[in-house]
C-alpha cells in the first residue's frame, strides 16, 4: 500500500505540536533548542508548525536536550516531561553518523524484503532516486516518511533508533529507572544497599551464563551441600 501524502503531513504537524508542547512545559525558548539540534532558528520554527518533517536524528538531540523520552513523540499521550537540560557535544559529527546508520537500516530491510529501490519507490511513492540518497545518508529521512518505510518493510520505528551513542545511552537509563520503579518497593530497597551489590553482580554474572553452565553450577553447589 503506498504512502498516503495526506497521513505524511498531519503526522509532520502532529510532531511538531508535540515538540512545541515539550518545549514550552520545560521552559525553553526555541533558540535554545535549536542550537542543541545543531540547526537555525527558523528551521526548528519550520519543524514546529508542522511546516517540514524532522529527523530522527535531529528528533533525538531535541528530546535529549529538553529531557524527555522519544517515546513522547511515538505515543498518543504526552510522556512525563523532565527538567533537566543537556547537549549533545559532538552533534556536529554525530548527526551525519545517524543519517548514515539509519539508511542502512533501511536498506538492510529492503533487501531483506526481497525489494529494489524501484520496488520500494512504487510501494512508498517517494521517488527511487531520494530512496537511495536516503540509504547512502546523504540526505536525512523525514520521520513521518521514516514512520512509513519502516512499517512498509515490517520494522518497528523504534530499530532505527539511537541504541550505542549518548542518546541511547541516556533512554537506556530513562527505561531502567522506569522499570526500577515499577518495582516492589522491597526489590528497590534491596537493591538501592550497597552491601547487596555482590549478590546483584552475581545475577549478572549468572544471567550471562549458558544453560549447560548454569547446570554445571547448580550440580556444583548440590555436590558441596550434600
Given at each position: 500500500m503506498a504512502i498516503d501524502p495526506s497521513n505524511l503531513k498531519q503526522r509532520t504537524v502532529m510532531i511538531g505540536t508535540l515538540i512545541q508542547d515539550a518545549?514550552?512545559?520545560a521552559n525553553r525558548a526555541i533558540e535554545e533548542c535549536a542550537d542543541a539540534a545543531g540547526?537555525?532558528?527558523?528551521?526548528?520554527?519550520?519543524?514546529e508548525r508542522g511546516e517540514q518533517a524532522i529527523s530522527l536524528p535531529e528528533l533525538e538531540a531535541v528530546a535529549f536536550f529538553l529531557d524527555i523520552?522519544?517515546?513522547?513523540?511515538?505515543?498518543r499521550e504526552a510522556a512525563a516531561l523532565g527538567n533537566n537540560h543537556r547537549t549533545i557535544?559532538?552533534?556536529?559529527?554525530?548527526?551525519?553518523?545517524?543519517?548514515?546508520?539509519?539508511?542502512?537500516?533501511?536498506r538492510q530491510a529492503r533487501l531483506e524484503a526481497g525489494l529494489d529501490l524501484e520496488a520500494l519507490a512504487a510501494r512508498t511513492e517517494i521517488d527511487s532516486d531520494r530512496l537511495e540518497a536516503f540509504e547512502?545518508?546523504?540526505?536525512p529521512v523525514p520521520v513521518p516518511e521514516l514512520e512509513a518505510i519502516s512499517g512498509i518493510l515490517g520494522r518497528s520505528i523504534r530499530e532505527f533508533q539511537d541504541q550505542y551513542g549518548p542518546v541511547g545511552v541516556w533512554n537506556a537509563q530513562q527505561r531502567a529507572l522506569q522499570n526500577f520503579l515499577?518495582?516492589?518497593?522491597?526489590?528497590?530497597?534491596?537493591?538501592?544497599?550497597?552491601?547487596?551489590?555482590?549478590?546483584?553482580?552475581?545475577?549478572?554474572?549468572?544471567?550471562?551464563?549458558?544453560?549447560?553452565k548454569l547446570r554445571a553450577v547448580a550440580e556444583g553447589l548440590l555436590e558441596i551441600t550434600y
Open positions: 518545549r514550552r512545559k540547526m537555525s532558528s527558523d528551521q526548528f520554527k519550520a519543524y523520552p522519544i517515546e513522547h513523540f511515538w505515543a557535544s559532538n552533534l556536529e559529527q554525530l548527526l551525519p553518523l545517524r543519517h548514515r546508520m539509519i539508511g542502512a537500516i533501511i547512502l545518508g546523504e540526505e515499577a518495582m516492589p518497593l522491597e526489590l528497590q530497597l534491596f537493591i538501592a544497599k550497597p552491601v547487596n551489590r555482590p549478590y546483584l553482580e552475581l545475577a549478572v554474572r549468572l544471567s550471562d551464563m549458558s544453560v549447560e
